[in-house]
């Protein structure tokens, strides 16, 4: 089966500290994305990236950078983490052709104390 | 980006057939209609998606009106598997690639 892997089902970090959230993908995907996910706001597209090292921002960038190193691993930092970054944090990649699907992660709930 | 509308909620009976409707009268030429769900506590997952013409697979079908400005996914029988939250987005690669997602539509199955 393909997989989106996310390092953590549950992160408890504390305000100011910095924070990686981690996404490998086993299928040779070209894009991949980061969302989170807010009861009453559904899903915001923060970062994505369509190759090695390229990235480009999504809907809601502010307070967050990412890493494309490699294919198949796409990490999302929180440089200061801070209590409104608290959320569900959603890992997706896809192969460049539209005519594929996105695969999601199973998420990282992350609270920040 | 073009926007679809969804109802917030909908319900069902096990075992009857569903019909989840969405607008999306700006659509353009080039956005390909997805359809994802969302179970209780997952990340979404990909149902179908279609261009112009209706499109079935294991999960689902896919209705596209004529004039593309509207489209059904067709559960055929609902299960209790099949309550969550059903997403209808607009992809395109006219300018860059990326699901927009909606509010959605929460689906209730009822034994």
């Known amino acids: 089966d393909v997989k989106v892997t996310q390092s953590s089902r549950y992160l408890v970090k504390r305000t100011g500290e910095k924070v990686f959230l981690e996404c490998v993908q086993d299928m040779d995907h070209e894009n991949m994305f980061w969302y989170r996910q807010d009861p009453g706001l559904g899903l915001r597209l923060i970062y994505f990236s369509y190759d090695v090292k390229m990235k480009e921002k999504g809907d809601i960038p502010e307070g967050y950078s990412v890493s494309r190193e490699k294919k198949e691993r796409f990490s999302l930092i929180l440089e200061s983490a801070s209590t409104n970054q608290t959320s569900m944090y959603l890992c997706a990649s896809s192969p460049r052709q539209i005519r594929y699907g996105y695969t999601f992660g199973s998420g990282t709930r992350l609270t920040v104390v | 980006d073009a926007k679809t509308t969804q109802p917030n909620s909908m319900e069902s009976n096990e075992e009857e057939p569903v019909h989840l409707p969405c607008n999306h009268s700006t659509i353009s030429g080039t956005d390909y209609i997805h359809w994802y769900r969302q179970l209780p506590s997952q990340g979404p997952e990909y149902v179908i998606h279609g261009l112009t013409s209706n499109v079935n697979n294991r999960m689902a079908s896919l209705a596209i009106a004529e004039d593309r400005k509207s489209s059904t996914l067709i559960l055929h029988r609902a299960t209790l598997r099949d309550a969550a939250v059903y997403y209808c987005?607009?992809?395109?690669?006219?300018?860059?690639?990326?699901?927009?997602f909606g509010t959605g539509t929460r689906l209730q199955v009822f034994p």
């Open positions: 987005i607009l992809r395109s690669t006219y300018n860059t690639d990326k699901l927009i």
